[in-house]
């Protein structure tokens, strides 16, 4: 009897553990999205310290976006051979010594970029280990409103993000920023408190894979803002050689097979073309209400609030209306929301501030709605046993478009034939620059509809009527 109840007084002690450890890596999670959000907006704050142009500061945030993307896939891999104790402590640790490392060569625009580079990735093992932790230790039952409020987290850290990154940068220097992600130290000894000591199955983690990753990406970037053929033929050579790897590598951590089931593929094209404008518009802002409202970004960062609300409250209802409305209809409704919010910003872009509000939050909860219709798209297309790596890849695929996104729209910027005028009534440069950008944006959105009709609407209409 003895024995009996020592084990059940040490299974539910575990469980208590397990329960009092999900609030605490839930907070750690909305911090690390605060952090990441929060340096988003101060690009405009950047460029004028250092004196160089968008297209150069953007790189403090779309190499932080590759190196999240990528890093959301290493640690998932590393899950299964390394326990989430240690793995959860080696982002905190990284993200503090990447913004002490920020905070101290802050003279030095290289070295913000690679101390952003190492911050975000411990700021990578939040989103993806937490999921793991919540699917892992809880019971099924507790499992959906767990996962539920990491994505009420997500909404509540683009509000909290904006506002701590344009009042501090306002108030005090945007170099304190990197002061900030300290608060996470305060955590560590709760994570190594109440997360269970696991032993790893020693599983394997495919490095080779994500690098060739990685270097397309990466390639892409450079070809992007600086148009080099050198950059076209490293990354045409980069492909290539991923594809034979795959191929060929039967432990790669996506196989081929997803490259041959077309509708996969399809939806990857749409989903990249039309996420490389979420991000755009949204580093783009800042610039253009500075320089043509001559705003600060402690008012920009406010006027960013009603969006972002709107979109928390729009994304947890999606998934209902999707059920009713159809997946379909629900990514075409949101894609033509995010192409009408981009117009209404380039026709009226001396116009008024509440014009840029309502586009913000046209355009924001337009991409909340077809959140979970698209990815609800992507994981029919795969059999149930892969739908993992499906979604890992899924994801890595928005975090790369993302940053794609941002390298694009930050070149426009500094093109001065950006500046022609299109519109007679517009009679400044910078207000045509920016119309004109936001033009571009709205043809991507259009295009990304025309391929999702063409490539997957369609199909789905046909097979239906077979």
């Known amino acids: ?55 150069t500061v953007s790189w403090q945030a779309t190499l932080a976006g590759l190196v999240i993307g990528i890093g959301a896939v290493v640690y998932a891999a590393l899950a299964d051979s390394i326990s989430i104790r240690k793995l959860f402590s080696v982002g905190i640790i990284l993200i503090c ?16 970029v690679v101390s952003r580079i190492v911050q975000t990735a ?8 937490y999921v793991i932790f919540v699917t892992k230790h809880l019971p099924a039952s507790e499992q959906k409103k767990f996962l539920g409020l990491s994505t009420s987290s997500f909404a509540l850290s683009q509000v909290i993000g904006a506002l701590t990154g344009g009042f ?8 304190t920023l990197f002061l900030v992600p300290l608060v996470t130290l305060f955590i560590l000894p709760f994570i190594l408190k109440y997360l269970p000591k696991e032993e790893g199955k020693g599983n394997h983690v495919d490095v080779l894979g994500l690098f060739l990753v990685g270097s397309i990406a990466a390639f892409l970037l450079l070809y992007i803002t600086d148009f080099n053929w050198i950059y076209l033929l490293l990354l045409i050579g980069a492909i290539a050689l991923f594809l034979v790897y795959i191929s060929k590598n039967t432990k790669a951590f996506i196989g081929i097979s997803f490259f041959q089931n077309k509708q996969f593929l399809s939806l990857l094209a749409v989903a990249f073309v039309v996420y490389s404008v979420q991000l755009a518009y949204i580093f783009l802002f800042p610039f253009l209400l500075e320089s043509i409202y001559h705003l600060k970004l402690d008012t920009i960062s406010l006027l960013l609030i009603p969006a972002y609300v709107l979109a928390a409250i729009v994304g947890a209802l999606s998934g209902k209306v999707a059920k009713i409305m159809g997946t379909k209809q629900c990514i075409t409704i949101a894609i033509i929301g995010i192409t009408a919010s981009l117009l209404l910003g380039g026709f009226f872009v001396k116009s008024s501030v509440i014009i840029f509000v309502l586009s913000m939050v046209v355009f924001s909860s337009s991409f909340a709605f077809m959140y979970a219709p698209m990815l609800d798209n992507c994981i029919r297309t795969i059999s149930k046993e892969n739908s993992g790596t499906a979604i890992g890849f899924y994801n890595l695929i928005l975090n790369v478009a993302a ?23 517009i009679n400044n440069s910078n207000a045509s620059l920016y119309s004109n950008v936001l033009f571009v944006l709205a043809f991507l959105a259009v295009f990304s509809l025309f391929l999702y009709w063409v490539l997957v609407g369609r199909k789905m209409k046909m097979a239906v009527s077979n």
Do not use: R
Request: hydrophobic share 55%; charged share 15%; net charge negative.
């Open 1 to 55: 009897m003895a024995t009996i109840s020592a084990d059940i007084s040490v299974t539910d002690a575990s469980e208590y553990n397990v329960k009092k450890a999900v609030p605490v890596i839930l907070l750690l999670f909305l911090l690390c999205l605060i952090i990441d959000n929060s340096f988003k907006i101060i690009s405009v704050d950047m460029a004028k310290d250092f004196n160089i142009s968008a297209t």
């Open 97 to 112: 010594v990447g913004s002490v490392m920020g905070y101290i060569f802050q003279q030095s625009f290289i070295m913000v």
């Open 122 to 129: 411990g700021l990578a093992s939040a989103e993806t280990l």
């Open 168 to 175: 501090i940068s306002t108030y005090f220097h945007w170099t």
């Open 403 to 425: 940053s794609i996104g941002i390298a694009y729209t930050a070149a426009m910027m500094d093109n001065s034939a950006m500046k022609v005028k299109l519109l007679g009534y």
